[in-house]
T-cell receptor, first 115, second 113 residues
């Protein structure tokens, strides 16, 4: 079974600085998808960024980018120019490419942004 | 915008009560999911459904059941609530294909006294 690990339960970053959240996963599959979700306090969980395993190029969404290392099974999230609104729980998730497969989530990292 | 709504944001029930949590999505998604979220454990899948009247057990189905009579609606039922079911419950929906994300509801914080 696939597993997702986030080794940093909590992190903090100064406003306008850069922070990297770590995620590792375990799978025997070669084709899959990886996701980062953000859950702000008392608000809905939303997708931040998505990576297809067959793509070597790292995904980027504005200030958010990933460092996808397939061989190492590592999928870190970099947040540049951190803003107060980035404070949230961040969850890394894995999904097989097979039709109808479920998501596997990591335990989450709570990110604080300091003014 | 995709919308996933849950019937209650906060719910307080007593031990032994039957509890219904409802989830509705408006995007014609095939898949619907119920998760439980606890600190340090992330999201754990309780049940999911890939079609009307179809259901599959997730990782922690004990003490829960589900119902999906219509495509847009997925209900989670606690037959006899217990204090260890105090938690945040998240509903999500999405397409069957692997690359598609899930869309989450706002969550229901359930307290069982």
């Amino acid at each position: 079974a696939q597993t997702v690990t986030q080794s940093q339960p909590e992190m903090s970053v100064q406003e306008a600085e850069t922070v990297t959240l770590s995620c590792t996963y375990d799978t025997s599959e070669s084709d899959y998808y990886l996701f980062w979700y953000k859950q702000p306090p008392s608000r809905q969980m939303i997708l931040v960024i998505r990576q297809e395993a067959y793509k070597q190029q790292n995904a980027t969404e504005n200030r958010f980018s990933v460092n996808f290392q397939k061989a190492a099974k590592s999928f870190s999230l970099k947040i540049s120019d951190s803003q107060l609104g980035d404070a949230a729980m961040y969850f890394c998730a894995y999904r097989n490419s097979d039709y109808g497969q479920n998501f596997v989530f990591g335990p989450g990292t709570r990110l604080s942004v300091l003014p | 915008d995709v919308k996933v709504t849950q019937s209650s944001r906060y719910l307080v029930k007593r031990t032994g009560e039957k509890v219904f949590l409802e989830c509705v999505q408006d995007m014609d998604h095939e898949n619907m999911f119920w998760y439980r979220q606890d600190p340090g454990l992330g999201l754990r899948l309780i049940y999911f459904s890939y079609d009307v009247k179809m259901k599959e057990k997730g990782d922690i189905p004990e003490g829960y059941s589900v119902s999906r009579e219509k495509k847009e609606r997925f209900s989670l039922i606690l037959e006899s609530a217990s204090t260890n079911q105090t938690s945040m419950y998240l509903c999500a929906s999405g397409r069957l294909a692997g690359g598609h994300t899930q869309y989450f509801g706002p969550g229901t914080r359930l307290t069982v006294l």
